[in-house]
């Protein structure tokens, strides 16, 4: 089974930016669909963005206009970046690949955004 590990969290200043990398132990084409989820304390985790294999992609409306979600092929890597943080964006942040009805998570990378 293929393996997801995000990178590229952290502690980040209203306004700034952060890339998300979600590196796979095998091929990304595989999957159907890859995206980003995130998980506030106490909320319930929620998509952020996702991506399909011919490179649709579905953004929240709360993340329109500032994140953006890419994947390389050559490097089996899906990436999110994100643009104009806002402290509501403060959470930890999955990588999701479905291949039919199965879904495959990283671990989660943790975004704080505060001054």
């Known amino acids: 089974q293929v393996q997801l590990v995000e990178s590229g969290g952290g502690l980040v200043q209203p306004g700034g930016s952060l890339r998300l990398s979600c590196g796979a132990s095998g091929s990304i084409f595989v999957f159907n669909t890859m995206g980003w989820f995130r998980q506030a304390p106490g909320e319930q985790r929620e998509l952020v963005a996702s991506i399909t294999r011919g490179g649709s992609t579905n953004d929240a409306d709360s993340v329109k206009g500032r994140f953006t979600i890419s994947r390389d092929f050559a490097k089996n890597t899906v990436y999110l970046q994100m643009n104009s943080l806002m402290p509501d964006d403060t959470a930890v942040y999955f990588c999701?690949?479905?291949?039919?009805?199965?879904?495959?998570w990283g671990q989660g990378t943790q975004v704080t955004v505060s001054s």
């Open positions: 999701n690949a479905k291949l039919g009805l199965e879904d495959t």
